[in-house]
């Protein structure tokens, strides 16, 4: 509670602080010296930025000089000095140095102190801080050090050579690392000198690093080299990174070697830096050494010149496209595919067509960006010679642009070519390549390419946002269609739905044609919604042959079934009761009973009794009877129980599993 009040306060605080921050007096920040945020440091953070946002430039003096007051006094909260640091860090000047400073040598606030002078940035704030080395705690200096290495501090570069050289290993280390921060030469000078002890090798070398990037020139390369001396694998990475951008040649000579040599683990370095350096420089040298590796180490290195994206290497990349190596050709592929243009996919397409290497060069194709590549394979379409893989890649791509030159190619005399270029219609063509496509079937005389046709005219339609507009379009070819046509069209309008596919079923099934009867009723019997309800329990009743009466029964009795179906519950038990009348198979009762078990519906027992009469149904109908009761009981107790006492007189006298007989007695039991 009291945490609580004290942040209200201090928000009150704040609010009236940034109103009248010239007027507030010295009682608001009275209040302030003794705030306490105890468990809510969060808090600070927030007050910080608005008290900052709120308050005017010109006002901020005032800000500062109040807030160094409150740095200053005795009397002062800790949690308050911190909360004035961090403001200070924002705002404070030379005005706040000294105030600062005597925190220096407090444990809880010196990171605070050390934070506002080293973001200050001054003379008189670097001034301060290599001061307090000489008086401060031990475990105080490595965080000043921090801070002067950071603010790049020239003249505490003396103190930091000393102190390089402590007893104490977190001085010293920080110490080392600042010199690197540093960077000039009295810095390099003083780590050149160094002895360290090996715990602090590591340090130095990245002390040597940093101060070399910093110089530059020869004498920056000298010391990344002095700095792989350390040995350790992080820094030689570190030390060739930085020798490769201050002079590419000696870089290069360095990486070359590690690619060349027997050290796995340099070699696998190398690479890694291979993909994070730029430079021309490099580039050649990598290409001109490929020739010279073993086969492990080509792939390796195509690879990381794949990751390095310059196109300087284009060339002696391609050149591997054709090597009997196959490990080297799949590497070259890949790289290719990162670094490849539109010339790079001719090469690729020919020799895909040629029968080398094709699902991956495709799959490469598939892989590379821009436009310029979409231009060249819609351009090859239109070439016999690779015009195969050339849709193979398209479709990989999903290039739908490429659906108009696809309509040509359902022409070309290679059957192959027009199988694939149908399969690609279908996964790239839209409702506007649909009156084209149906012109090209309608000509089609080979059944299996009518099939393929048909299937990717299909998936458009099926695939468009208005899937029964698109079909129309299908329809108006329907006259014309051969048979086979026909029934792919017939069968293809149970997944569309709708009245103009509806009247076109209807039609069909008033034909009586064979093949054309046959796909209507199994297409009306797959229909998506419950406007064919009503035919199929007309055919239910009055199909001629048997399997067409059974397909017509059950496709009713998925109508009523179906949870996509919209329909009520009193016109789903209604559609099962007129199935059942039509219902002359023992399975074709058993889908009915599943079905009404599942309406859980109290007005579905009735119908569900009307089946006990069939020796063959009683354990089904009992089961059902049962688990209806036991669904309909917490709102229909009354209909329940008097089910069940109808359901048990009727098991008296019949014969009847006795298990269910126990299931329906436990029920009764419960109900009572």
């Known amino acids: 509670m009291e945490s609580r009040n004290n942040m209200r306060r201090f928000a009150n605080l704040m609010a009236m602080f940034c109103l009248a921050v010239g007027t507030a007096g010295a009682d608001a920040f009275d209040d302030l010296m003794g705030y306490t945020y105890e468990d809510q440091p969060e808090q600070l953070g927030k007050a910080a930025e608005d008290l900052l946002a709120k308050t005017p430039r010109d006002q901020m003096g005032a800000v500062e000089a109040k807030l160094v007051a409150v740095v200053a006094s005795t009397n002062t909260a800790p949690e308050a000095k911190a909360y004035a640091c961090r403001l200070l860090q924002r705002i404070g000047t030379a005005a706040c140095v000294s105030a600062v400073t005597t925190l220096l040598h407090d444990e809880e606030l010196a990171a605070y102190a050390r934070m506002t002078l080293e973001r200050q940035g001054t003379e008189a704030a670097a001034a301060a801080l290599r001061a307090a080395l000489d008086d401060v705690p031990e475990n105080a200096k490595p965080g000043i050090l921090g801070s002067l290495g950071a603010m790049q501090d020239a003249k505490a570069v003396a103190a930091m050579r000393d102190l390089a050289g402590s007893t104490n290993a977190a001085t010293a280390g920080a110490a080392i690392l600042a010199l690197g921060k540093v960077g000039d030469r009295h810095a390099a000078a003083a780590l050149v000198k160094l002895d360290p002890p090996p715990s602090l090798r590591e340090a130095v070398a990245a002390a040597l690093i940093d101060c070399g990037k910093r110089m530059g020139g020869n004498v920056g390369v000298k010391l990344c080299e002095r700095a792989m001396a350390d040995g350790t694998a992080a820094n030689r990475v570190a030390a060739i990174e930085a020798i490769a951008t201050l002079d590419a040649g000696r870089g290069a000579d360095f990486i070359v070697a590690d690619l060349r040599g027997d050290d796995r683990e340099r070699a696998a370095a190398a690479r890694t830096i291979v993909a994070g350096v730029p430079g021309a420089t490099l580039t050649h040298r990598l290409t001109a050494v490929l020739d010279e590796l073993p086969s492990a180490k080509q792939v390796a290195l195509l690879t990381a010149l794949g990751q390095r994206g310059d196109r300087a290497a284009l060339p002696a990349v391609e050149g591997r496209l054709t090597v009997d190596d196959e490990a080297v050709r799949a590497a070259a592929i890949a790289a290719v595919a990162r670094l490849g243009d539109a010339g790079s996919v001719k090469q690729m397409l020919s020799r895909a067509a040629a029968g080398g290497d094709s699902p991956e060069l495709v799959q490469a194709i598939a892989a590379m960006p821009g436009a310029a590549i979409d231009a060249v394979l819609i351009d090859a379409l239109g070439s ?259 089910a069940l006492d109808k359901l048990m007189a009727h098991l008296d006298g019949a014969e009847c599993d006795g298990a269910i007989t126990k299931r329906a007695r436990e029920l009764q039991s419960k109900l009572q």
């Open 384 to 642: 016999d010679a690779v015009r195969g893989v050339a849709i193979e890649a398209a479709v990989q791509r999903d290039l739908t642009e490429a659906a108009p030159r696809l309509l040509e190619c359902v022409k070309a005399d290679d059957l192959r070519v027009q199988s694939a270029a149908w399969k690609a219609l279908g996964s790239l063509g839209g409702v506007e390549q649909l009156g084209p496509m149906l012109t090209a079937l309608a000509d089609l005389d080979e059944r299996n390419m009518q099939d393929t046709a048909f299937d990717a005219t299909a998936r458009i339609v099926t695939a468009a946002r208005d899937r029964r507009k698109a079909f129309v379009l299908v329809l108006e070819q329907y006259d014309k269609a051969s048979v086979s046509v026909k029934t792919r069209i017939l069968n293809l309008a149970a997944a569309v739905g709708g009245e103009a596919a509806l009247a076109r079923v209807s039609d069909a099934l008033a034909s009586g044609e064979g093949e054309v009867y046959d796909a209507a009723l199994r297409s009306l019997a797959r229909w998506p919604n419950e406007q064919a309800a009503g035919k199929l329990l007309e055919l239910a009743t009055q199909a001629a042959g048997e399997t067409h009466r059974i397909l017509a029964l059950r496709g009713c009795i998925r109508i009523a079934g179906a949870r996509e179906v919209r329909l009520s519950r009193e016109q789903r038990l209604a559609l099962y009761r007129e199935a059942g009348k039509a219902a002359r198979r023992t399975d074709e009762k058993r889908l009915i009973l599943a079905g009404l078990r599942d309406l859980r519906d109290k007005d579905a027992l009735p119908v569900l009794f009307g089946y006990l009469e069939d020796a063959a149904l009683i354990a089904d109908t009992a089961n059902s009877v049962i688990d209806v009761a036991r669904d309909i009981a917490p709102q229909h107790k009354a209909e329940a129980r008097a």
